[in-house]
């Protein structure tokens, strides 16, 4: 399906790979995912790699809307030595860092993660893209409108998918100018969308092939699967799974969960599906 070349590693993905999210925050909307120790860290990460997770995503910001804005240093103390000692214990694996800072991503790379993962594909600083380009790394580049803070302000589209196109095609020729090689697109469920909205893009997830590069999809345990379930985040798995293997069957190509195992089962019912 594609290759990524991880600091020199070739991950070669030849069927939908499941990112595992591992949040270094005290006020993630999911409880179940906050950590804060890294003995907690190291053995939610070697689960995670034992069922089945191609990559880790770190994050040390709640990104949720109306979340608290933290600021770079904050965001370093948070992450760099739980990646440090991750990557310490576990070398072969990669992590991704979920930032939008430029110098979060450059010493989270130092420090052993070899993606970054950025919300506002180089639009909340400026210096991401080329900070991105001269370390050489894939890039996840995210669709958001305004922040976490302001972005369900705005949720008008005429067309959602072929909006959430055009703002790729653009990104990707700036992400290409910078000199970034491997980029995801992630279509940012849940950022700058109403649930009504996240429903038609999933139905039209498809159209971001035109692109040409992989998409990730982030669904997990969202307000879109609990809030049409009536549940909570923390009931809401089987929902999530639900909406991961539509995602598969449209097109998606990673999913970022916070439940590997189930996750990698729906992968491995879905390509039985699709090979028979």
């Known amino acids: 399906m594609f290759t990524l070349n991880c600091k020199g590693r070739l991950l070669i993905a030849e069927k939908p790979l499941v990112m595992g999210i591992i949040n270094i925050t005290p006020d993630s909307f999911y409880e179940g995912s906050r950590m804060d120790k890294t003995k ?9 790699l ?6 880790l995503d770190i ?3 709640s990104t949720r809307p109306g979340s608290n804005l933290i600021d770079e240093e904050e965001e370093l103390k948070r992450i760099i030595g739980p990646i440090a000692a991750l990557h310490h214990q576990l070398p072969d694996t990669v992590i991704s860092v ?3 800072y430029a110098k979060v991503a450059v010493e989270a790379i130092a420090a052993g993660a070899s993606v970054v993962n950025d919300i506002s594909g180089g639009a909340m600083d400026a210096a991401m893209l080329p900070a991105v380009g001269k370390l050489h790394v894939p890039y996840i580049c995210m669709h958001m409108r305004g922040t976490p803070q302001t972005m369900q302000q705005y949720t008008v589209y005429d ?3 072929g909006e959430v196109l055009d703002y790729f095609i653009d990104r990707l020729d700036a992400c290409k100018k910078a000199g970034i090689h491997d ?3 992630d279509p940012g469920f849940g950022f700058a969308k109403t649930i009504a909205q996240n429903f038609k893009l999933l139905k039209d997830l498809g159209v971001l092939k035109i692109a040409g590069k992989p998409i990730l999809a982030g669904l997990s345990r969202k307000g879109t699967v609990y809030k049409t379930l009536g549940t ?11 909406l991961h293997t539509l995602a598969l ?3 998606a190509s990673i999913l970022r969960v916070h439940d590997v195992k189930e996750a990698m089962e729906a992968v491995t019912l879905f390509c039985a599906y699709r090979d028979a």
């Open 159 to 161: 067309n959602v998918a």
């Open 183 to 185: 980029v995801i697109i």
């Open 249 to 251: 069957q449209n097109g």
């Open 59 to 61: 994050g040390g910001q």
């Open 98 to 100: 979920d930032t939008f």
């Open 232 to 242: 909570t985040a923390g009931e809401a798995l089987n929902g999530s799974t639900v």
């Open 40 to 48: 907690m860290i190291l053995q939610k990460a070697e689960q995670m």
């Open 50 to 55: 034992l069922d089945g997770a191609a990559m």
